[in-house]
């Protein structure tokens, strides 16, 4: 048994425990909550908080090596142009160690649990030995009618190849503007049959204008690379696509949602009681140097979860750089609920509440010190850091 304590515990699923002390069984299990006592022996102390494990929500393992080659602030469409030049830029093995730093570097700073995306199997052994639990999204996209066929399969194969490596995994779509109306059609199908979902939603301006309107920066990108078959617009903001017809019992995931309206939350939040906003706030800072409508998806009780994108569009995968670039934004927001994003709620998107999120007993949900905290405010500080107990 492990007595360890800190200035505070976070719980998430109850308050918060000034001097608390957390009683955890040799395989990591939650046995007891407890407050600090003179009598207390063999208690490792921490000066800081400590809180369950985080759960990085939306990730893209695979692009580790594209740290720092994509410039900032280009847009949705001029960061698709410069991703297409450079994926490809290391050879595989390049990539997978990579790769394989990374997995290592979100560990050793907390993270217990990833919603990853692939478009390969290249992470899957990583994956497999890896001390975090992955739930892989693997991801299909075209614009050309002519290959679904092949790209269906191919999506099937990398599925396929991560079930049998014993790894969570399970078909997605990309975006609503990344796929003609075929390929579209038969993703949506395959998710919904697997009954949860990851979907890039509402990163421009631009997406909700070609959808709307058939006009603006998408409608010039498709007729200058001469893209064959350009998505259907809807007439209504690019949402409307994915969720129009979508089964109600499908766990949902939306990412990103930078230009998401009230209008927009309030026809999603109808269409399926499912749904989980997730954040990813230093990659919209990164790419369109916007942030989501947080302050709106708070009023409206959003469930929001917490996630830090790919090394292509950040430059680094730490859930405490993602808080702080919300609280240095939104002052108002306790600590608690933050924590609570990238906790608690990343697990019920990803479906593993029942070992992550919480310090309840019986759970394993990994045990994660910050340090560097103003604990008079309960805010975090650009000398926060966390780790992994």
Request: one cysteine or more; proline letters at 3%; charged letters at 25%.
């Amino acid at each position: 048994m492990r007595k360890i304590s800190a200035d505070y515990i976070f719980p998430i699923h109850a308050k918060p425990i000034k001097n608390g002390v957390i009683t955890v069984s040799g395989d990591g299990k939650i046995v007891a909550l407890s407050t600090r006592s003179e009598t207390d022996n063999d208690i490792e102390f921490y000066s800081g908080i400590i809180c369950p494990g985080f759960v990085n929500a939306h990730c893209h393992l695979e692009l580790s090596h594209l740290k720092n080659l994509i410039p900032k602030h280009t847009g949705i469409i001029g960061f698709i142009k410069e991703i297409s030049k450079l994926r490809n830029i290391a050879d595989a093995q390049e990539q997978i160690q990579c790769a394989k730093f990374y997995d290592n570097q979100m560990y050793l700073q907390g993270i217990v649990a990833v919603g990853d995306i692939s478009n390969s199997n290249l992470t899957f052994e990583i994956k497999k030995q890896s001390k975090i639990f992955y739930h892989t999204f693997v991801e299909a996209f075209s614009c050309n009618e002519a290959e679904t066929k092949d790209i269906l399969k191919k999506n099937q194969d990398i599925v396929d190849s991560g079930k049998k490596l014993g790894i969570s995994v399970s078909p997605t779509l990309h975006a609503s503007y990344s796929m003609c109306d075929g390929l579209f059609s038969a993703m949506k199908l395959r998710s919904e049959r697997s009954g949860i979902l990851s979907y890039h939603n509402q990163e421009t301006q631009d997406e909700n204008e070609y959808f709307k309107k058939n006009s603006g920066k998408f409608s010039e990108f498709y007729d200058e690379f001469k893209i064959p078959d350009k998505p259907s617009p809807v007439g209504k903001t690019s949402i409307h696509r994915l969720l129009n017809s979508i089964g109600k019992n499908t766990k949902i995931m939306l990412v990103h949602n930078t230009f998401t309206s009230e209008d927009d939350f309030d026809f999603a939040e109808s269409a399926n009681a499912n749904i989980t906003w997730a954040l990813c706030p230093k990659s919209n800072l990164y790419i369109e140097n916007h942030l989501p409508p947080i302050e709106m998806f708070r009023r409206k009780k959003a469930r929001i979860a917490t996630g830090t994108d790919s090394l292509s569009s950040n430059t680094g995968l730490s859930i405490i750089g993602e808080l702080l670039a919300v609280s240095k934004k939104f002052g108002n927001i306790e600590f608690n609920e933050l924590l609570t994003w990238a906790t608690l709620n990343g697990a019920k998107a990803l479906g593993i509440e029942a070992k992550y999120g919480t310090f309840e007993q019986g759970k394993t949900p990994g045990i994660v010190l910050i340090d560097n905290i103003d604990t008079e405010k309960m805010m975090l500080t650009e000398k926060s850091k966390s780790k992994i107990l």
